[in-house]
């Protein structure tokens, strides 16, 4: 149902009906049903106002066509296999998406009215949507079986994928900008750091931050999990060495590298929930595109130049 959801939103964004309707020149012919220059448009709009960097840009107009097509075989697919979707699934799934999104029915209605989008269009996507969905279930999805071998192999495969990163244990001074004279208090302390005072004393000193009860140590860290210029000094910086301020919005930090921590594999069974559900995307993806290519390759499409 995710996927549903996340459908929905991008229908809440969609740019209303900013493409004129009138314009009914032809793109392509799939199967005998000819696909508007209109149609490419409002799909273009709908599918691309929600910033996305795995779909083309707008100006992309040839993979957007592709894209458009694919959507129609998927339906006729649908259509062909028997697979249909009730009112009332509908309305389940709008129902999760509001649950979802903390919003209620007016504000969807409000929503809908802002883009220009009448709530009958908004049914009838959301229901094309979970046709796809279930399609891709009944064709893919039920096909793919993850043996636990597999599962680990690629465990072993991707293995710096599942790895805890390399941490350093930090301590640090904080001045706080709200403090009174803190600029002249920074350079006290920098003063006395240079005459080899030691850092841990000054912490409990000087600084603003509760960690001066434990000397400025604050524990290990990985420095992805750090603000950008506390990670930038602390790339560079030697052990036991402190560093110059470092300035952020809340004040002034002075870092001192007192540990490192390799980086370890997380054990299997700890990310085997984790492990598997990724190959089992990567699976349903590799059958999804081999399933679509050979409906493609089966159709009739003939693609026209755009008016």
């Known amino acids: 149902m995710k996927k549903i959801l996340a459908a929905g939103l991008l229908i809440l964004g969609m740019a209303g009906s900013a493409w004129p309707r009138t314009v009914e020149g032809i793109v392509a012919v799939v199967e005998g049903a000819p696909v ?10 709908r599918s691309s106002a929600v910033p996305n960097p795995s779909l083309p840009g707008p100006d992309d107009r040839k993979r957007w066509l592709e894209f458009l097509i694919e959507d129609r075989l998927i339906e006729k697919e649908a259509e062909k296999i028997g697979v249909t979707v009730s009112e009332p699934e509908v309305d ?27 709530e009958a269009e908004y049914r009838r996507e959301i229901s094309r949507e979970l046709i ?28 710096s994928r599942f790895s805890t990163p390399p941490q350093q244990r ?56 750090l603000k950008p210029e506390l990670r930038e000094a602390l790339a560079r910086l030697p052990l036991k060495k402190p560093s110059a301020p470092v300035r952020t919005e809340e004040g002034f930090h002075l870092l001192l590298v007192t540990g490192l921590k390799a980086g370890a594999p997380t054990p299997f069974a700890e990310v085997k929930s984790q492990v598997t559900e990724e190959l089992y995307n990567r699976e349903v993806d590799r059958g999804f595109r081999s399933w679509l290519e050979g409906i493609k390759s089966r159709a009739k499409i003939e693609l026209k130049p755009e008016p």
Request: hydrophobic letters at 35%; zero cysteines.
């Open 92 to 118: 389940q799934a709008i129902t999760e998406l509001l649950q979802a999104n903390s919003l209620a029915l007016p504000d969807l209605k409000n929503l809908l009215k802002e883009r220009g989008l009448s």
């Open 170 to 225: 930090i301590s640090q001074i904080f001045i706080s900008r709200s403090r009174p004279q803190a600029e002249e208090r920074l350079k006290k302390l920098e003063r006395l750091l240079q005459e080899g005072k030691d850092f841990a004393e000054l912490a409990r000193e000087f600084s603003d931050d509760p960690s001066r009860q434990n000397g400025g140590d604050i524990g290990y860290f990985a420095l992805s999990e």
């Open 36 to 45: 508007t220059l209109s149609e490419l448009n409002q799909f273009i709009a």
């Open 132 to 159: 796809r969905n279930r399609v891709l279930a009944r064709e893919i999805q039920s096909r793919v079986f993850l043996s636990e071998d597999k599962v680990r192999t690629y465990y072993l495969e991707n293995i």
